[in-house]
């Protein structure tokens, strides 16, 4: 593929992607970098229940901040590492050390790619998929509650 | 003072424990699960940390996630509300050894009040009247029906590890204990994870009426007017009153008395609650003591005009008992447990709320973590709302509880408000003449709710 794209080429690779059902793509060639992500339909509504009432309330000013859900991407094949406890993310075995993995390394099954440490304890946590780490959602160091995202993984077949 | 407070609890204690917090200006941790993640708890509080999926054993009673969640907030309390972790001593023990304040009694009298065998032999010592009963583990059945001859039918079998209401079952007869026996042991086991039953007198026309102590860690002690606790269903509290109708100055006076000589024997602090039961004669016996905050303290609260979850969190932090001695509960105080529960079946009935509206106006509280789209899960209890009363008499608390009821509306799912109502309507509950076997008459007589 040449360096230049053009607008009719990233829209032929945007409906590839529709057609394959993708929800995440990303290409890199020397000094040119594109990265589309497609949106997922929602769930549609499970329930739809009269309520009686007025049908639009006015939004409070100060009303709480609700709860992010995080996007459900359905991500075909993507696999996403989630930490099974809370505690502290740490991406390497100390201070000193490099990295477990980066973004772009290919990981085998089994392989460590963080700790968190809860309770005083270094807990590994390892890639139950074998494929290359296409994102890492936390920074070093900073706390994680239970589920939350920790690695993306592209599995490889 | 506490700079930060983890609650690890969920729901309307949560919330609850919140807004305390917030008055005394200390910041707050939410703890929720994987179901709780619209819960108003999560979103009320200053932060809030997931801890697990659904079910309780992962997340709510997950120690290690909970200490975790206190130590990356750097949370240096943690109240445990009622329920989940509240009385187990273990938790409380930890949380001290982690340099995290338990907002509660120190881990050896939740474990002393814990045992509820060990609990009445500790009464025994403090001069509280405690029922008849087998004072040791009863291990078989010939031994039980031994000891059940010698004492005489009705007797209660409970689970020493119990409480809550639960672990507990009624036999009449010979023949019933043999059925009772081996079901009640199974049961203690599944429940508390301790098979250890003990035998008691059972009282069939007694009311269970309990009294709330508050305690510092300076040995100072102050023991609230009662709470009428008899309308209940299957050990399951349905409504509370204070005062209660029975009890008139003189044994009142004898029951907070006993209260209070029983906290300064055990040297006890925080909040804590002695459950009692109260024959027709007026005599009382000790039941059991709950080492944290009950979930009807509202009622308290509203009659003493106290804030008791504050006046926990500040006894925690070593400040002295704010409560002049000698205070008088005022007026009258009724609270109503709003489950989301069919009226008739009792089955559960989690699901959607579609639209919501609670009762206000003049002596109207309502303790509640519901609103109007929320879906209440299904893998915890069914409170959904506590709606308190409270006026200058009986009489008038009671009609503003009915006006208050039949002003609130929760449609979507099923609830217990119309048996609310029906009970607010009876004859002898309006007499104030009833006992622990109300709810049983009253089911009985007129059947489930229309």
Sequence with gaps: MSSKIDYEEIAKLISFLEEKKLAHFELEVEGFKIKITRAVPSAPAVEAVPVPGPQSRPKPENSPRLPEVQPQVSGDTLRFITSPMVGTFYRASDPNSPPFVEVGDDVKKSQTLCIIEAMKLMNEIESDVEGIVTEIFVENGKPVEYGQRLFAIQPVA | MFSKILVANRAEIALRIIRSARELGIKTVAVYSESDRTSLHAILADEKICIGPGRASDSYLNVANILSAAEIT????????????????????????????????????????????????????????????????????????????????????????????????????????????????????????????????????????????????????????????????????????????FVDERLRGKMLKAAEDATRHIGYESLGTFEFLVDEKGKFYFMEANTRVQVEHPITEEAYGLDLIKEQIRIAAGEKLSIPDGLRMRGHTIECRINA????????????????????????????????????????DSLVAKIVAHAPKRLLAIKKMQAALEMTAIVGIKTNLPLHLAILADSDFINGDYDTQFMERFLAKNGPPK
């Design chain 2, 74 to 245: 750097q949370a240096d309390a943690i109240h445990p509300g009622y329920g989940f972790l509240a009385e187990n001593p273990r938790f409380a023990e930890i949380c001290e050894a982690s340099g995290i304040t338990f907002i509660g009694p120190p881990a050896p009298l939740i474990k002393l009040m814990g045992n509820k065998n060990e609990a009445r032999q500790e009464m025994r010592m403090a001069r509280v009247p405690i029922i008849l009963g087998s004072d040791m583990i009863i291990d078989t059945l010939p031994e039980a029906k031994k000891i059940a001859k010698k004492m005489g039918y009705p007797i209660i079998l409970k689970a020493a590890a119990g409480g809550g209401g639960r672990g507990m079952r009624i036999a009449r007869s010979p023949s019933q204990l043999d059925e009772q026996f081996a079901m009640a042991q199974n049961e203690a086991k599944a429940a508390f994870n301790d098979a250890s039953l003990y035998i008691e007198k059972y009282l069939p026309n007694a009311r269970h009426i309990e009294i709330q102590v508050v305690a510092d860690k300076k040995g100072n002690v102050v023991a609230l007017g009662e709470r009428e606790c008899s309308i209940q269903r299957k050990h399951q509290k349905f409504i509370e009153e204070t005062p209660s109708p």
């Design chain 2, 341 to 380: 529960e069919d009226p008739a079946t009792f089955a559960p009935s989690p699901g959607k709320i579609d639209f919501l509206v609670f009762p206000g106006g003049p002596g109207i509280r309502v303790d509640s973590a519901a609103y109007q789209g929320w879906r209440i899960p299904s893998d915890y």
